[in-house]
């Protein structure tokens, strides 16, 4: 179960066949999974974006200690981002005899790298046999990295690459938007190719320019999940809006339906997590474009 209020959400198809138009890419694509989080009220056993999360009381809650803004006296309280379980996002690369991924961070911007301090836990469900029922509050947070209780909806879409092409596709790519009816404006970077919004795995929808992402041994890590400000933007939502939602699109700035979760991470922005497969422990890292 997702969400008592929770309804499937379908993504349009692609308006063209991209492996037929680019022959380059055949092969290129990946299944992201979109998460769709819609403001809700989950319970403590569903997937949910900001909402209650299946902690065990025995478990102490994590506080960040970061000298940016915690002190020795006065630590801040993560924040619940995510909770994901494996009967509905089975893509997550779960450790062995684990069924819950939760995602905390803490609600501050940190100066000194511009990195979330973010934790993340794997944990087995029928294992938490008293739940965690008073969960400490952080004394003040940023309001755009405090997300608004949402149910999920995951969606698997087939993307392409929006950054990692040659030179020579990109010219090729250039040519064939040129060739369009202005009034269609199809774009293939905002609706061919990465999906915006949060999303699990998948090519990333980088706010700027890409990075790569090592381990302490060096191995390059794995995208392992998305944490959007928005689920679309203007320019991407004649191909990203759910064909169940169209009915709401317009020409007026919608904030609300654009990120119904409320984060604003910098000027609508994403934090990318990483995952490296090839350590025992999975170590977990994050970049944070702020757009």
């Known amino acids: 179960m997702i969400g008592e209020e929770d309804v499937g959400l379908t993504t349009p198809p692609a308006p063209f066949d991209v492996a ?8 290129q694509s990946k299944i992201a999974v979109r998460l769709h989080p819609r403001s809700g009220a989950p319970s403590p056993t569903d997937s949910s974006m900001g909402g209650p999360l299946l902690w065990p009381i025995s478990e102490p809650w994590p506080f960040c200690t970061s000298p940016d803004h915690a002190t020795e006296s006065q630590p801040i309280a ?3 981002i995510l909770q994901l379980h494996a009967r509905d996002v089975p893509e997550l690369p779960f450790p062995p005899d684990t069924d819950v991924s939760q995602i905390l961070w803490c609600p501050f911007v940190h100066e000194s790298d511009f990195r979330p301090v973010v934790r993340v836990l794997w944990r087995k469900a029928s294992l938490v046999a008293e739940l965690l029922t008073e969960v400490p509050e952080p004394v003040a947070g940023e309001k755009g990295l405090l997300p608004q209780p949402c149910v999920l909806s995951p969606e ?5 690459p929006a950054w990692e092409t ?11 938007e040129s060739s369009l009816d202005d ?21 990333i929808d980088w706010s700027q320019s ?15 999940l998305t944490i959007a400000s928005w689920e679309h933007d203007p320019g991407s939502a004649a191909r990203w809006v759910p064909l169940e939602e169209r009915h709401l699109l317009s020409s007026d700035f919608d904030p609300e339906q654009m990120g119904p979760s409320g984060l604003m991470i910098g000027d609508a922005g994403a ?5 490296c497969m090839e350590c025992p422990d999975r170590p977990i890292d994050s970049v944070a474009q702020w757009s």
């Open 20 to 27: 037929k138009l680019f022959p380059e890419l055949a092969g």
């Open 78 to 80: 993560m924040v619940p």
């Open 156 to 160: 698997r879409v087939k993307e392409y």
């Open 166 to 176: 040659s030179a020579e596709l990109a010219e090729k790519i250039e040519e064939w």
């Open 183 to 203: 009034a269609e404006g199809w774009s293939y970077q905002y609706h061919l190719s990465a999906a915006p919004g949060t999303k699990v795995g998948g090519w």
């Open 210 to 224: 890409p990075e790569t992402v090592a381990c302490g041994h060096g191995h390059e890590m794995a995208h392992l």
């Open 271 to 275: 934090a990318y997590l990483f995952v």
